[in-house]
């Protein structure tokens, strides 16, 4: 089991799930959870559109098959919105899209099922990225 | 990134390789053309001890030492502790994975205890707890008698195959289930395979079949697959198939018999790859004509088996040595005999057997003495044709030359279906009998040659220290 590496004192990670399967959704939440992050659920592309605005996660996992707006326009939207375009994107799907969630606009890549090494590293890895670019940021180049 | 589909590593192509796991049996890896779909509900399904067990616990223990480790749950058809106490009398088992790699539980006491609603919650509770890779419920049958309506079944069905799919993990549903079940418990229609274990009582013996009934999303070798259960676990012989003729390249080339004056009533001899039935009375010589067919191939360096039912090694190393050779030269020279005991023959083992003396030994010649002995001993002659058939078209692919002995008092009669089929399969068929003249003599007729010219009139034949020869 990978450990925690968010101090329990300190705030947590967000993690927006965005999935309609209760049997998904239990097991990434225990998975998660237990290696230190927050997590928040969505059903559906739309409300889960709403809890990004609202909440600001730092990471959105989201299926593609899911109702009212797919996870690849999910993605898309929040990609295209400077506001959100910061927030991290890992498609995790029972579709083999790699290729559509790259195209989407997708940060990574997973496809189900669930190996919670494998999930919890990819969504710390990109943390850690994103991280790393924030410290530090590439200076434009002037011509 | 180091997941297996991140954007790094992936190409254009969005086609994913399906993983497998190993049944840890080459022969059923085979059948299922690479073993069981990873992150698949599977059924094992057969009557008590059909080997149901073994083969779910050879899996396990061949794939156990990974990074995750694999459960074993017995529920209320054995307790626990026997089913452990036997696993250790097979030579796959072992017990330093006991309890890391593969951890026995016992679900019994909770389905007792609290019904049938008891199973998902523990499943996830393991799943959570210890990641495992593989998940054998043993038997899930058995659950059925602690359902209180169909409905409840289907209800834990639904939710187990829920959690199951959900989670990375290869799940094995053993049961006692019959064909009459396939259509109506509830597992069947959520299971990505079945696999069928069978036993049935020929005489004193058990013939044992290997049966995958249902594969999704792949093909698999159809059909009965006989199979033994031995220390080491099951031991399968995949049904023989015909061969594909697409690379064949026929040779147009004869080879001798090695039975003296045979040859000229055949035009020359016989052809390679060639299938000859030599058909006659007990005595008549059919076995020592064999044996000097398949000595014979010592002169042109063509290894050959002598495969036979009746006579132990020690009587055909007498034969052997009747007919002038040192038996452990001509071992040494490529004579190699395979012996089964007819009380012991299972066609579907002996001809997987004599297909893979063939292959590993590269023989070029082949005797059966005698097929007459398969016949008796098949439960189903339709079977035993398809097979033998099979075989000699293996045979003529790769350019074996074989002689079948039959035997049978009155040649090829046309009110013996039996007889018929197998002169039909042939290319030649030499019959074996008394002298037209009567008394003691002995005659030979050569009845039928594909695709060459033959003498059909009878001619005496003379059995003497050094063989048959034919007059």
Redesign the interface.
Known sequence: ?TGPTVSPDAERALVLVVER????R??ER??LNEAGFAVDFAEDGLSALETVQARKPAIIVTEIIVPKLDGLALCRKVKDDPALANTVVLVFSIL?????A?DAG?????????????LV??VK??LANRQSARSHPRKESSR | MTGRTDHASERDSDAVDFPRISTGNREADMILHGGFPCNSINIVMGQPGTGKTIFAEQLLFHNAGKERPLVYLTTLSEPLSKVVSYAQRMSFFDVDAIGTSVIYEDLGSELAAEGIDAIVPRIVGIIKQLSPAIIVIDSFKAVHDLARSTQEMRRLVSELAGVLSAYDVTTFLLGEYTHDHIQTYPEFAVADSIVQLERDALGVRDERYFRVLKLRGSGYHEGQHAFRIEDNGLHIFPRLVTPSFRSYAPVLERTTSGIEGLDTLMGGGLWRGSTTLLVGPTGSGKSTMGLQFALEGRRYGAPALFVNFQENPSQVQRMVRALGVDPIQAASEGFHHLYTSPVELQIDSIIVDIFRHIEAKGVRRVVVDAVGDLVTAASNPRRLHDFMYSLVQHFVVRNVTSLLNFESINGITGSDDTQQRWSYMSDNVIILGRAETGGAERSLRVIKTRNSDHDPSAHRIEILGTGVRVL
Do not use: S, Y
């Not at chain 1, 083999?96 to 559509?100: E, I, P």
């Not at chain 1, 997708?106 to 494998?118: G, S, T, Y």
């Open positions: 089991m399967d209760p049997h998904v239990d097991l225990f998975f083999a899209a790699q290729g559509r790259r997708a940060d990574a890549f997973l496809m189900k099922p669930l190996a919670e090494r494998r590293e990819t890895a990109l």
